[in-house]
């Protein structure tokens, strides 16, 4: 792959304040400044996709797009084993189109009140793409998974989405309940994250 030019500014297809930060606090070493795409007062486009991988990529190449610059962008959400993958890629409305975080667990653990401990199995996955530009026909694509099973309860403060209902085996611990770098290091966006910046250094 083509070495990346250390003066790079790249747009991140989000305008959501924690995803910004940690984008910035990772590529900040490689001398990458990354910008939200609301510095361009940008609208979101439709998320047509059928998986993570796609609608990460609609995503980045509307940025680029739109901007003229490489963009990143990353597609996210919870997979329950005995909803056959769902709430999926409509993990943020899971409980209707303007549904909370609270809302959609709620549904979710309505949706899983009949299923035992031992079938509760789920994974967060997160897809990240990146394009040189809009119609970059070799897009680099990482994908994260962490592993765990949802809760009948929520446990604790901390975290966002279905943080609270996720456990994490190795941690002994809800998602909710890990301190920020904890999570970081051993979360979907994390694993993600560090297989694109491998593969982009490749």
Same mark, same amino acid.
């Given at each position: ?5 250390? #003066?790079d500014?790249?747009? +991140? &297809? ?5 995803? /910004?930060k940690?984008? !910035?606090? *990772? ?36 940025a680029?797009?739109? #901007?003229?610059?490489?963009? +990143? &962008? ?5 997979? /329950?084993?005995?909803? !056959?993958? *769902? ?8 409980a209707?189109?303007d ?19 031992n ?15 809009a119609?970059?026909?070799?897009? /680099? ?62």
């Open positions: 792959m083509q070495a990346i030019d250390q #003066t500014t790249w747009v +991140l &297809a989000s305008n959501n304040a924690g995803k /910004v940690e984008f !910035q606090h *990772a590529f900040e070493p490689l001398g990458i400044q990354v910008r939200p795409m609301s510095d361009w007062d940008l609208p979101s486009p439709a998320e047509t996709g059928l998986s993570f991988i796609e609608n990460a990529l609609i995503k980045a190449r509307h680029s797009q739109a #901007t003229g610059l490489p963009a +990143l &962008a990353d597609d996210s959400g919870l997979s /329950v084993d005995a909803l !056959q993958g *769902a709430p999926g890629i409509y993990s943020a409305r899971y209707g189109a549904a909370t975080d609270t809302d959609n667990i709620e549904h979710l653990l309505q949706e899983l009140k009949n299923v035992d401990d079938n509760r199995q789920a994974r967060f996955i997160c897809a990240l793409a990146w394009v040189r530009h119609a970059d026909p070799v897009p /680099v694509i990482a994908v994260g998974q962490w592993h765990g099973r949802i809760l009948k309860a929520p446990q604790g403060e901390g975290g966002f989405g279905y943080d609270p209902v996720f456990w994490v085996p190795e941690s002994s611990c809800a998602a909710a309940e890990l301190s920020k770098e904890a999570k970081q290091a051993v979360s979907h966006r994390g694993l993600a994250l560090k297989s694109l910046l491998a593969e982009l250094a490749s």
